[in-house]
């Protein structure tokens, strides 16, 4: 019973990490989204940031760790998606 307990506070606690760190992302997505300014968003960090993601993810499934699934594969679409519109708004060189 006692470890029943022990891990339902352990998985509370990994699930409610998940949400608010996943949930950190929505912000930034929705405005870089919104206004296509991605000036200060650094290509090497979100590319950085999102291999580590996925590496979360694989190591989530390989655990069998649902809340380390869920909330990676959620923030691994946010970065992929702050990613793609650094490369599509990003600055173009001046030919």
């Known amino acids: 019973m006692a470890i029943n307990i ?3 506070w352990v998985d509370a606690i990994g699930t409610a990490a998940a949400v608010l ?5 929505v912000p930034q ?10 000036s ?3 290509l ?3 590319s ?5 993601v996925a590496l979360w993810l ?7 760790a649902w809340p380390i699934v869920v909330a990676n594969t959620i923030t691994l679409a946010f970065a992929v998606s702050i990613l793609v519109m650094k490369l599509t ?7």
């Open 40 to 42: 200060g968003v650094s």
């Open 44 to 46: 090497g960090m979100y």
């Open 6 to 8: 022990a891990i339902a």
């Open 89 to 95: 708004f990003g600055e173009k060189p001046n030919n």
């Open 48 to 52: 950085a940031f999102t291999v580590g």
């Open 58 to 64: 694989v190591y989530g499934l390989m655990m069998n």
């Open 29 to 38: 997505v929705w405005l870089t989204f919104k206004t296509r300014d991605v």
């Open 21 to 25: 760190t996943t949930a950190s992302f």
